[in-house]
């Protein structure tokens, strides 16, 4: 096996300044402008000295909360060019979690888009400092990048080694508080060259990348992979159904992001688009969330592009893929190069080939541990992280998943814990009990379904509980379903009883109770 020897992002941005210069790295759609690698190294030269003249060390956080910009990535790399930490924090969470990561990880700087609004007494750090769009080919201008106009586009000095932390990313798991992952600098490089290694990314792809930037699988999928081998990344802001065509054609893309969520959109209501139309396009990619082998048939058969299933999380980055030139369907594929994966029985014993149990992953290319509130690194075992991924090994090394031990609910790709939408909801003040469930939907692959059991003598409306969720919830974690109960189904130890509320939501003809 081939192994690549570590550079620092620092080496890899000023090789590719030399290398590709004037090549264009990132296109952006929606703002309809591009950077190419030498401006972005220069701009990032700049954030680095500005953070250099802050006294900024490498043990020192700089929180980023924005969308997918140039702006965004000029400072998202400027940092991590520089040495110091990132923690990139997803526009779309709510304000209370926002809160809550920016209190665990204790940044020195919050650099935010000035399209949000905060209250800064909520987390007192030592600047908060606004950012918008400026014009590349003109001059920096206002609030973050007005800081940068004074400062020498070459820099020479970054701080830190392989050893020390790169990224803080947070990841909504199986509890209600977001769980930040510690991603070493040579853990980040490792994540990002089994990926090329995978998919074969070399300097003449084109990728297209729809998903939020704070994604650690965005990071590595496409933003990260087309920094390592000089590719061109195609940023959007979000997916857009009908502008996708027009994005594959117009920036001759080779190889798409895709989730199950956008490739049941495109089943359901089809788009005039076809392989024979996007020539360059060698495959669409499908992670974050179970594909049925149904749905990923029928895409192909209609649109002609192949789909190339992966899997991964935070807090080991990807872990298993399908080698694009030998697919097989059903499967999300076989490790990455770094990867261990083994499946363990309820004795925790290893599985025998085709025997399920529950998925452990360790290898050189993962994240070091939890930050906890006090600063500390709960650090992952040695002996493998348990996923909670219920699945198989078959006797070519093909893995297969068959569920999920661990209760979660999978919308569009986003993991969401029921229970901190069940513990919003008994914040109502006329709520008893709560119960929150994922439900099928043929878009999004789940729902969100509440039961609720409300006090003796008060009556709840639906208006009323999602004005209540929203108080702290983001809209995509806002229950689709709502449900009034006389009481909650639990078993004779009071867990919950979910295919009894399963049960509550289907009618006789298998749809769901509106």
Avoid at 84 to 96: F, L
Avoid at 293 to 307: A, N, W
Avoid at 414 to 439: C, D, F, Q, W
Wanted: charged share 25%.
């Amino acid at each position: 096996m081939h192994k690549k020897k570590f550079k620092d992002i620092y080496t890899i941005m000023c090789e590719n300044c030399e290398r590709f210069g004037d090549k264009i790295y990132i296109e952006s759609v929606d703002q309809e402008k591009n950077i190419n690698f030498y401006q972005l190294n220069n701009y990032c030269n700049k954030v680095a000295n500005f953070l250099k003249d802050q006294g900024i060390k490498k043990d020192n956080k700089v929180s980023l909360i924005g969308k997918n910009s140039i702006e965004t990535m000029i400072i998202f790399f400027g940092v991590l060019k520089y040495g110091a930490i990132i923690n990139p924090i997803n526009v779309e969470e709510s304000k209370e979690n926002i809160y809550r990561i920016l209190n665990v990880v204790k940044p020195k700087l919050v650099i935010y888009d000035k399209e949000m609004a905060f209250e800064q007494k909520r987390y007192r750090a030592y600047s908060w400092l606004r950012f918008s769009n400026f014009d590349i080919k003109k001059r920096l201008k206002n609030e973050f990048f007005s800081f940068l106009k004074d400062y020498e586009s070459i820099f020479q000095s970054p701080i830190g080694n392989r050893d020390d932390i790169a990224e803080i990313v947070f990841t909504s798991g199986t509890t209600a508080i977001p769980k930040g992952v510690v991603i070493s600098r040579e853990g980040f490089f490792y994540m990002v060259e089994e990926l090329v290694d995978k998919l074969k990314i070399t300097e003449n792809d084109r990728i297209l990348e729809y998903r939020a930037y704070s994604w650690a699988s965005t990071q590595l999928l496409s933003i990260m992979s087309s920094m390592s081998t000089g590719a061109t990344l195609v940023l959007a802001r979000e997916f857009s159904r009908s502008r996708f065509p027009l994005w594959l054609k117009k920036y001759n893309i080779t190889i798409s992001v895709g989730v199950p969520t956008v490739i049941n959109m495109l089943i359901n209501r089809p788009i005039p688009l076809h392989r024979k139309d996007v020539p360059s396009l060698k495959f669409v990619t499908s992670s974050s969330a179970p594909l049925s082998i149904e749905s990923h048939k029928t895409f192909e058969k209609l649109y002609g592009i192949p789909i190339n299933q992966m899997a991964g999380m935070t807090e080991a980055g990807w872990m298993i893929g399908n080698p694009p030139e030998k697919r097989k369907i059903g499967s999300v594929g076989t490790p990455f190069k770094y990867k261990e994966i083994t499946f363990l029985n309820e004795r925790r014993e290893r599985c025998n080939v085709g025997e399920e149990g529950e998925m452990v992953v360790k290898g050189k290319s993962m994240g070091v541990g939890y930050i906890e509130e006090n600063g500390e690194i709960a650090k992952f075992p040695e002996e493998g992280f348990l996923t909670g991924d219920l699945g198989y090994e078959d006797s070519n090394g093909y893995v297969y998943f068959s569920g999920r031990k661990k209760e979660l609910i999978i919308r569009g790709g986003v993991n969401i814990s029921p229970m901190e939408i069940t513990n919003r909801l008994k914040e109502h003040p006329y709520v008893k009990e709560a119960a929150t469930i994922g439900v099928p939907d043929k878009i999004y692959g789940e729902e969100i379904a509440c039961f609720i059991v409300p006090k003796p003598g008060h009556k709840v409306e639906i208006e009323n509980v999602v004005n209540h969720c929203r108080g702290t919830l983001p809209e995509f974690k806002i229950p689709k379903y709502i449900y009034f109960v006389k009481q909650i189904p639990k078993t004779e130890r009071g867990k919950l009883m979910k295919s009894d509320l399963i049960k509550m939501v289907y009618l006789e003809n298998g749809s769901i109770v509106p």
